[in-house]
């Protein structure tokens, strides 16, 4: 596999009026290697998104971009002749998991600007949809190495590769984790193959029994838990042959407020650092647009809209 490039010279002129925040030596626990030397700011209001967009490695060929919420400062992270997908920052700003498809799919680490790319996971089959815990120690991924899709935890340093979820159902296959803040749990989607259904679940990150969230709707999927760790963000729909909306879940009422018409086509909601905003991506004219909308279902705002899909919002700065 070919190691992602770093920035040109262009991207990294760009990059430094980007970058905001004090250089300090790389932080997050576990992601440190021998080549993980050279000091790095860590991302700050900053928006991962995997896009199409440029043509140069061939039609539909995706990599990974930054952008700023309000729409400003692209900046192209990899260059590679493989698919890039599914990015996620790390807690502390400085790293990015994501997954890597040459054939199937593996999880890889970088830098956050697109440098020291290396593989976390190398499996024949597909592992994909990496997510950081709060502490940075770990990622959750789904995998389908178990024979269908289950959920994994691994630790950053590739160690301690564990199964999260074993379904007993033969027809449910969970994907799309998210760890809550308190790092304890974690959200998932379970897709009903059989039936076109899917249902949201938690499980604790020691193991032990799923619980379905009481989301009444035929499907759910692509659960995002809020900074405050009392709502989920997902994305649903009330018909099996309609559009999905972005929904908001409060846990401790059982709320659930529809933020976007079910004709919207919304997919992918993460979460602002302060719980104000969600990101998300929208199918319109032929492309995946990125949006931000208030969580209280005001302010939607397209941010770009050219293709990009899968937006992560960077944390807060530290």
Do not use: K
Request: contains cysteine; negative net charge; charged residues 25%.
């Amino acid at each position: 596999m070919h190691q992602a490039a770093g920035w040109s010279d262009e991207y990294r002129r760009h990059a430094a009026g980007l970058l905001v925040g004090g250089v300090v030596a790389l932080g997050t626990a576990g992601c440190g290697s021998a080549d993980d030397t050279a000091a790095i700011s860590p991302l700050n209001d900053h928006i991962v998104f995997e896009s199409n967009r440029d043509d140069d490695n061939g039609p539909g060929h995706q990599e990974l971009y930054l952008i700023r919420p309000d729409g400003t400062g692209l900046v192209r992270l990899t260059t590679t002749d493989e698919d890039e997908a599914d990015p996620a920052i790390s807690p502390d700003g400085r790293h990015i998991a994501y997954t890597r498809r040459p054939v199937g799919g593996d999880i890889y680490l970088m830098r956050a600007d697109g440098s020291g790319a290396r593989p976390l996971t190398t499996y024949a089959g597909s592992d994909f949809r990496p997510a950081w815990s709060p502490d940075g120690r770990r990622l959750v991924f789904a995998s389908e190495r178990s024979g269908r899709d289950e959920l994994f935890v691994i630790d950053v340093d590739g160690q301690n590769r564990r199964r999260l979820t074993t379904r007993p159902d033969s027809n449910d296959w969970p994907s799309a984790g998210a760890f809550a803040p308190d790092g304890e749990r974690v959200v998932f989607e379970s897709w009903d193959r059989q039936h076109e259904f899917a249902a949201l679940y938690t499980i604790p990150l020691a193991g032990g029994d799923a619980t379905r969230l009481p989301v009444d709707l035929p499907i759910a999927r692509a659960a995002a838990w809020s900074p405050d760790g009392n709502r989920i963000a997902f994305v649903g729909s009330r018909s099996r042959v309609t559009g999905h909306g972005l929904y908001v879940l409060t846990l401790d009422t059982g709320n659930l407020q529809q933020l976007t018409g079910l004709n919207f086509a919304a997919t992918a909601p993460a979460w602002s650092p302060d719980g104000q905003q969600l990101v998300f991506e929208n199918f319109r004219n032929g492309n995946n647009a990125l949006f931000r909308i208030h969580a209280d279902g005001t302010g939607l705002t397209e941010i770009s809209p050219e293709d990009g899909g899968s937006p992560h919002w960077s944390p807060a700065s530290r």
